[in-house]
């Protein structure tokens, strides 16, 4: 396997305590910061080169978001790496019973395109605060980012530890014979359910960050100007290419009518009157995907846009009206700048749609009558929920961010990262002397034993107590 050798020279690394200490992860860290600093320009001109990104969407979610995530590290590592003291029971109130936060080992970073830099590095960042040694293989579609990190990051990291593998699916397929001890991977479910299999060969841990199509429901309740707003720049950023964009619109009748003019309003106003001209619309990430995403504006009706360059690799911000479950369009994740309406009866309509299909990874309710929101929330499952916006709960490092079902499995950002990289190791050190007190568990059994082990060991159930 041509990547055995690079996998052992990690593993000789772990297992020599090089990444343990807290001072190492730190410079570690510390030095991934200084990547994000000297790297910026260089970072908005290869997803500009890759997707037609702009600058502005480039620097927040690329730079800006991935330096919270390692400052909110930094400021805390201290804390999260502490052995985790827990309660005990009466025999063992002179003993030590606390979780350790221990490292996996050697992880394997499998990142995607849409967001070259941060879906690597975040999950990097946790990695390396955990004590693991990592390798990171990014996507291969997104070439100018893959080069920059391929050419660059070993300048920041410890190469004894820490090593970026390039290529397609061929080199993928290479590494994942390999035995890692944890493997993240974001990406479609198809790629995740290949990444598991080869994971269950080794009994390999995983998460799998996936995607789906995310609903977001409409209420005949609320502000039609604000939601038109949100769930454009939702949509349409990153050209829609974009895990928890809004994947189509739930409402009635009467709010797909509200919603034409409004919609139209905020692609106006966010775009221009020809959003082709605008340095403010990305472009798609390859031909492939182009003529994939192409191919589903046949679906319903073109109320909004449907323009399209295949030489710019461009698809205007399209909405698309009386759109049927049985259409193309619904068939798949969009992963594009189009936004299909479905119209529905009522809430209770919008709630049995979404919960006769896969899991979500993203949900989302627009209501002026907060009722309604959470009845939408109470009664559906997804990876995760916002309320009255589009994107935003994923900027949160206090959140856990991740799928549920086909959506994915596991959960990161911020101390989520952490945990996801750090195996809870539960620990007794109990004293040498005291035998006395171990008496009544050992043999010849007798009733009066028992009744001392039940005494010391039982876990009594205190009053019940209502969930206000």
Not at 269 to 298: H, M
Request: aromatic share 8%.
């Amino acid at each position: 396997n041509p990547y055995a050798g690079l996998v052992s020279h990690l593993r000789a690394s772990w297992l020599a305590g090089k990444t343990r200490p807290m001072e190492y992860r730190v410079a570690q860290l510390e030095a991934l910061g200084r990547f994000l600093d000297d790297k910026k320009q260089e970072i908005l001109e290869a997803t500009a080169l890759d997707m037609g990104k702009p600058s502005f969407e480039a620097f927040f979610s690329e730079i800006l978001l991935c330096k919270n995530e390692l400052n909110v590290t930094l400021n805390n590592l201290c804390h999260w790496m502490k052995d985790e003291h827990v309660d005990k029971n009466l025999v063992m109130q002179l003993d030590s019973a606390f979780i350790r936060k221990d490292p996996y080992g050697v992880v394997l970073i499998i990142a995607p395109w849409n967001y070259p830099i941060h879906l690597f590095l975040v999950p990097l960042i946790g990695a390396i605060a955990a004590g693991n040694c990592a390798i990171i293989k990014p996507s291969e579609i997104s070439k100018n980012t893959e080069r920059l990190v391929a050419e660059t990051l070993s300048c920041y990291l410890d190469t004894d530890c820490f090593a970026v593998v390039t290529g397609g699916v061929p080199e993928t397929t290479s590494l994942l014979e390999n035995k890692f001890d944890y493997i993240f991977f974001t990406g479609i479910p198809p790629v995740g359910q290949i990444v598991m299999t080869a994971a269950a060969k080794h009994l390999t841990p995983v998460t799998l960050e996936l995607g789906g199509k995310n609903p977001c429901y409409v209420s005949d309740t609320c502000d039609v100007t604000n939601v038109a707003r949100r769930v454009a720049w939702g949509r349409f950023f990153n050209a829609g290419q974009t895990c928890i964009a809004p994947d189509y619109l739930l409402c009635t009748i009467e709010m797909q009518e509200k919603l034409m003019p409004a919609l139209r309003e905020a692609i106006t106003e966010f775009f221009g009157p020809n959003p082709r001209e605008s340095p403010d619309f990305g472009r798609i990430v390859s031909d492939k995907q182009f003529r994939r995403l192409r191919a589903l504006l046949s679906s319903g009706r073109v109320a909004l846009g449907g323009q399209t360059d295949e030489a710019e690799r461009y698809i205007a911000p399209t909405v698309l009206a009386d759109v049927l479950p049985s259409d193309p369009v619904m068939q798949e994740e969009i992963f594009g700048p189009i936004l299909p309406i479905v119209v529905i009866a009522n809430m209770d309509e919008a709630i049995d749609f979404i919960n006769a299909r896969p899991r979500p990874l993203a949900l989302y309710a627009f209501s002026c009558d907060s009722k309604i929101v959470n009845q939408v929330l109470e009664r559906t499952s997804s990876g995760g929920f916002c309320g009255n916006d589009t994107l935003m709960h994923m900027t949160l490092t206090s959140l856990p961010f991740g799928g549920i079902g086909n959506s994915g499995l596991g959960k990161y950002h911020g101390k989520f990262t952490f945990d996801t990289f750090t195996h809870h190791r539960g620990c007794l050190h109990r004293n040498m002397g005291l035998e006395t007190l171990n008496g009544p568990r050992y043999p010849p059994y007798t009733q009066q034993k028992l009744g001392l082990l039940t005494a010391t060991f039982e876990v009594k159930r205190r009053g019940t107590c209502t969930l206000l």
